[in-house]
């Protein structure tokens, strides 16, 4: 829960948004509903934090324990937010074959594989950067699972379709194990 452009000049609600990302990242905080009211619940909030650091306690928030909330939010957004896209650069037109090696096949690899165990109606995929049969094999029948023709080669529709893909099937593999 980042602060939206709304909370520009509503400390109190950006104060209690970074306290409930803190309570949400870590138990020693206390949940907080954003509300922009400073009333028990975000004294409480603030007086449970400044305990945590080492702050003076006293329920206000001063410039010391805003410049340390601010420090704590920073890590917890990020642990809260989503993963940062990772963003491959294929040139127009630019095809990777069958018996060729590029430094973006390792990823593709490891993005079919996890693909493969997903939906199981891909093979496993070679390994070690070099498309061999192996992954083209798995590049073919992902390409016709999304509808693409069936080369085998890695061309920038491909790769559109394997990160569209592959975000949602991580997630379906991470809570079924």
Known sequence: MRPGESFVSQPIR????????????????????????????????????QRQHGIPVTGITDQATWDAVVSA??????????????????????????GESHNILPLVQGMLTVLALVYGSIGQPGTGGILDAATADSLSSFQSLSNLPMTGNLDRMTWKHLALHYPLAANLRKHRT
């Open 73 to 98: 939010y920073e890590p917890a957004l990020v642990e809260q937010a989503a993963a940062e896209p990772v963003i491959v650069i294929l040139e127009p037109g630019q095809v990777i074959r069958q």
């Open 14 to 49: 950006s104060l209690q948004t970074m306290l409930r990302v803190l309570a949400e990242s870590d138990d020693r905080y206390l949940p907080l509903i954003p509300d922009g009211i400073y009333g028990p619940e975000t004294t409480r909030a603030v007086t449970n934090f």
